[in-house]
């Protein structure tokens, strides 16, 4: 700098000698700060990597004792560890700038009506985050139904959750919606029940339907034997009668199951339906009575 300002001297005068010099000297000081600046945010950014997974290391450790770590209190909790940091980083990079953070907090301050109107679904998400942590409706890994979307949770942030569909697409929802919306949680309880209801017309025997499918259920070792399988009659119609399947399963056989017990059903519907082998008997030879079609409570 002071070579650079000697030979300016010999070339210039006084006054633009100074001026140069002034301006050499605070481009000096500025490279210098936007150098630590830069140098704050890139230490700002790792620590906030660190931080969240210390967080989740350290919630980790402690949650065992009562079973396998919360992954939904890790995620939530890193994500605000990380979050808390990058602010504490950044107040630090514009202050290296120059900028007055004092100033813009009273302003901040001031303008706290605006900027909470402006904010609102943003600081509701946060609350709804909250919230949801607390009751913990799901957790990371469930299944759920929530605002119309089927799929398995990924994340809970602080504004949002993560779903991954059964497709595998990435849903995105705020927490607020979550929160505010009906929540079905498919996998919270470890069995189920596999309700499957089929209508048999009235040229099919229901009795004889429903006494195979009691016995197909006891032969299929992914259903329960406590509680036993339910098998009953829902309704009846002049060309109907409904019949209901109700066997209890492991939470992962569900669906296998129940695409089963459907067709099964099916399968004995169709098989009842064929005719009947010709035999001896002329037709003319029966009684009235047995020319009428059974009913389906025959």
């Given at each position: 700098m002071s070579d650079v300002a000697n030979r300016l001297a010999t070339i210039a005068s006084p006054a633009e000698t100074f001026a140069w010099t002034k301006l050499i000297d605070t481009a000096g000081d500025l490279a210098v700060n936007l150098a630590v600046a830069v140098l704050i945010l890139a230490v700002t950014f790792w620590l906030a990597g660190w931080a969240n997974r210390f967080v989740r290391a350290a919630l980790g450790r402690v949650h065992p004792r009562r079973g396998a770590p919360d992954v939904t209190l890790q995620t939530f909790a890193g994500s605000m560890a990380r979050n808390l940091v990058l602010v504490v980083g950044l107040v630090a990079m514009l202050q290296q700038l120059g900028v007055r953070t004092t100033s813009i907090i009273a302003v901040l301050g001031a303008a706290s009506l605006a900027?909470?109107?402006?904010?609102?679904?943003?600081?509701?998400?946060?609350?709804?985050?909250?919230?949801?942590?607390?009751?913990?409706?799901y957790r990371v890994g469930d299944i759920v139904e929530t605002g119309g979307r089927v799929g398995r949770v990924e994340a809970l942030d602080l504004f949002v959750t993560e779903l991954a569909t059964?497709?595998?697409?990435?849903?995105?929802?705020?927490n607020s919606k979550v929160f505010g919306d009906v929540v079905v949680n498919h996998t919270h309880h470890d069995r189920r029940r596999a309700d499957v209801s089929l209508?048999?017309?009235a040229t099919v025997d229901a009795t004889a339907v429903m006494d195979r499918l009691r016995q197909r259920p006891r032969e299929d070792a992914r259903v329960l034997k406590d509680p036993a399988p339910i098998l009953e009659l829902t309704g009846v119609g002049e060309a109907w009668a409904e019949l209901t399947v109700?066997?209890?399963?492991?939470?992962?056989?569900?669906?296998?199951?129940k695409a089963d017990v459907l067709l099964w059903a099916k399968l004995l519907e169709k098989d009842l339906q064929s005719p009947l082998p010709a035999t001896a008997e002329a037709e003319g030879d029966r009684p009235r009575e047995e020319q009428r079609p059974r009913t389906a409570l025959a």
């Open positions: 900027i909470g109107l402006a904010l609102q679904g943003a600081l509701s998400n946060v609350a709804a985050g909250v919230m949801i942590l607390l009751f913990r409706p059964l497709d595998n697409l990435k849903v995105v929802i705020p209508r048999l017309p109700r066997p209890w399963t492991e939470r992962e056989n569900y669906g296998r199951l």
